[in-house]
């Protein structure tokens, strides 16, 4: 998987005065450059939060990192009469070639915390089972 395809693009309002300090931050050197600044903000402060994350994604019973449902997964799922949830904290994935007859049939449930790539029929299938 390309590295563009490891993250996510997202959007934040910021005040001017904050963006100042990270500009001045940046201009002095500590860091290359405001998405720098930010990338390393968020980690810190997940750092600060493993724990309750780790307590979380236990409980939760949700598979941390990526998953990926193709074709033939699902259709083994189908062929024993079972179903499966997909409850990722990261990037979960349905292959190009599954229908949204195939995902109704197989999947249950979805929650996703992070990015949910499927072909556009498939996600609006399985909205009604989505949190």
Known sequence: ???????????????????????LLVDEGFYANRTDF????????????????DDTVARRTLTLGAQHLSRQDLEHLR????????RVLGLATIADDVTPELALATISAVEVLGAFRAPRAVKAALAPRTA
């Open 38 to 53: 930010i990338r390393t903000a968020i980690r810190r402060q997940l750092e600060t939060r493993a724990a309750a994350v």
């Open 1 to 23: 998987m390309a590295e563009t395809d490891k993250s996510e693009k997202i959007t934040i309002n910021i005040g001017l005065v904050d963006l100042g300090h990270i500009d």
């Open 79 to 86: 062929n024993a009469g079972r179903t499966v949830q997909l």
